[in-house]
């Protein structure tokens, strides 16, 4: 075969999830179905270089994070490889140079697994385009997302925008367990342009990583009822999505957030990934909301960070309410304002 040489850049997105995924069987099959809106600013954006060499038993790869060598990076790209290798049968035939860079920093206590294995993901599948060129863009998205998956299953809801779901839903047309497909259906305009201002309350690497509470909801006591309750919460979602009920959806997109860290707070072993200042920070948006009628609401994922979640015509009065009131509890005063995105994009 005549094998290519070149290389690729992909950007591709974070992704904050409405309802959670927490929780897999093996092979990255989610227990329950999750939804996202894409992020716009938050990004990994990954150039992949590949050069032909012999085929070997090992993988051939370096990694650089800002030009700089990350072997630290190596054993978790790795451990990807392993898990893709059947479905790319080049990656033995290639040296690999991956060299990657986030547009928010990199102790920012945001996940960069799921703009980092997206990114890595739709470069590789690049690569196979070059040597199949005929393939659909469907494909090429679906197979992106579940190469995405194996190596984050979140990252599995980054290929596309505004908004994706994943996990095979029975009232979700064409939903699968195996990849994320961007919401099939119409959306009222209140959602259409929603801000996402991510408060960064813990910069620090978190003490439970997510592979370890994913696997706790093993013979979580809680588990099964939770993982109904998410598929009833998209269902719920759909309606809500459609009718424009933004009290409805803060009421549930707040009740995921709190779910998910309940279901953490009731593992054993059980752990708490708030700080005090996430709670002040949600005391403060309740009052506020109380007070204006503002339709504002915060979700969290496996972090202390409060992702504040408003529609953009609120900007305004929004960020002059966190400005004065919630900044006081972000690390140096540090948040990101970003808004929801439309997908990973080739450069
Ligand atoms: O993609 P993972 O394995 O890091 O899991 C992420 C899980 C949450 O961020 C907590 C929720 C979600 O659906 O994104």
Redesign the pocket.
Known sequence: SKLKEGSVIWESPS?I?LV???GKKEHQIPENT?I?FTLNQCKTITELTFVKKNLTEEFSFDVLLDDQPKPEFKSKIATFFKRVEDYLPFLKHYHFVINTKNTFPHSSGI?S??SGMSALALCLMDVEKLHNPQMTQDYFNKKASFLARLG????SRSIEGPIVVWGNHPEIEESSDLFGVKYPYKVHDNFSNFNDTILLVDKGEKQVS??VG?NLMHRHPFAKNRFIQAEENISKLKSILASGDLNAFIELVESEALT?HAMMMTSLPYFILMKPNTLQIINKIWQFRKETGLPICFTL??GANVHVLYPSIEEEKILKFINTELVAYCQNGHYICDKIGFGAKKQ
């Open positions: 992704n999830a959670k995924y927490w999750s996202s996940a697994s799921a984050s299953g979140s990252a997510s592979t994913h998910l994922d496996a």
